[in-house]
């Protein structure tokens, strides 16, 4: 099971993640990703989505301001099933 999601960072450096909020952990959670001037594509491997509560964007700007990012789009895929969790474009300030 993968959850995708496509962003624009604008400033700063962001990561995301998969949380389950009822145990309250992180499930699965990227690297930081920096800015650049297309979006990009991440997909994270989750073992179980069905324990999957939240995608959480998070800072990981060493700038004051914290990190600018767009979202863009944002799935879950289930074997050949797709479902639009947000709706993009969006803006997000992480901090």
Same mark, same amino acid.
């Given at each position: 099971?993968?959850?995708?999601?496509?962003?624009?960072?604008?400033?700063g450096?962001?990561?995301?993640?998969?949380?389950?909020s009822?145990?309250?952990?992180?499930?699965?959670?990227t690297?930081?990703?920096?800015? #650049? =001037?297309?979006?990009?594509?991440?997909?994270? !491997? $989750?073992? &179980?989505l /069905?324990?999957?509560?939240?995608?959480?964007?998070?800072?990981? #700007? =060493?700038?004051?301001?914290?990190g600018?990012? !767009? $979202?863009? &789009?944002? /799935?879950?895929?289930?074997?050949?099933q797709?479902?639009?969790?947000? =709706?993009?474009p969006?803006?997000?300030?992480?901090?």
């Open positions: 099971e993968t959850c995708k999601v496509c962003v624009r960072v604008l400033a450096h962001v990561g995301f993640a998969v949380f389950d009822r145990k309250g952990r992180i499930l699965a959670r690297p930081q990703i920096a800015g #650049s =001037p297309e979006p990009q594509t991440i997909a994270l !491997e $989750v073992p &179980d /069905k324990t999957a509560t939240h995608i959480v964007i998070f800072n990981e #700007s =060493p700038l004051a301001s914290g600018l990012v !767009e $979202v863009w &789009d944002a /799935k879950v895929l289930v074997k050949s797709a479902s639009t969790l947000l =709706p993009g969006g803006r997000l300030v992480a901090r």
